[in-house]
Nanobody
Framework: QVQLVESGGGLVQAGGSLRLSCAAS????????MGWFRQAPGNEREFVAT????????SYADSVKGRFTISRDNAKNTVYLQMNRLTPEDTAVYYC?????????????????WGQGTQVTVSS
């Protein structure tokens, strides 16, 4: 079956960096656009970044633009999220998601598969 497994979360001080990974299995990874979303306590899940099947197209939420970078390695069936200059407002559970097809999307409902999430906590 399809599995998306996130890793790389943890506790970091404000201004620090983390790199999240999401390893996919059970699907043809290169056929899926991939996205990262996050959910803080009491908040709805929100879009962070998305990347096209080839990796040639990316899009970011305004709140992370210039600080976060999404990338993928189709040979390793893995998508990454490099997060720099982290702030306490970035604290959340981060989820990766896969969407079959060409188009990327910032809408969670458009994604077919989801990981279980990894916690990112940024201390002030």
């Amino acid at each position: 079956q399809v599995q998306l497994v996130e890793s790389g979360g943890g506790l970091v001080q404000a201004g620090g960096s983390l790199r999240l990974s999401c390893a996919a299995s059970g699907l043809t990874f290169s056929s899926y656009a991939m996205g990262w979303f996050r959910q803080a306590p009491g908040n709805e899940r929100e879009f962070v970044a998305t990347i096209s099947r080839s990796g040639g197209g990316t899009s970011y939420a305004d709140s992370v633009k210039g600080r976060f970078t999404i990338s993928r390695d189709n040979a390793k069936n893995t998508v990454y999220l490099q997060m720099n200059r982290l702030t306490p407002e970035d604290t959340a559970v981060y989820y990766c998601a896969g969407r079959l097809g060409i188009a990327t999307s910032s809408i969670a409902a458009m994604y077919n598969y989801w990981g279980q999430g990894t916690q990112v906590t940024v201390s002030s």
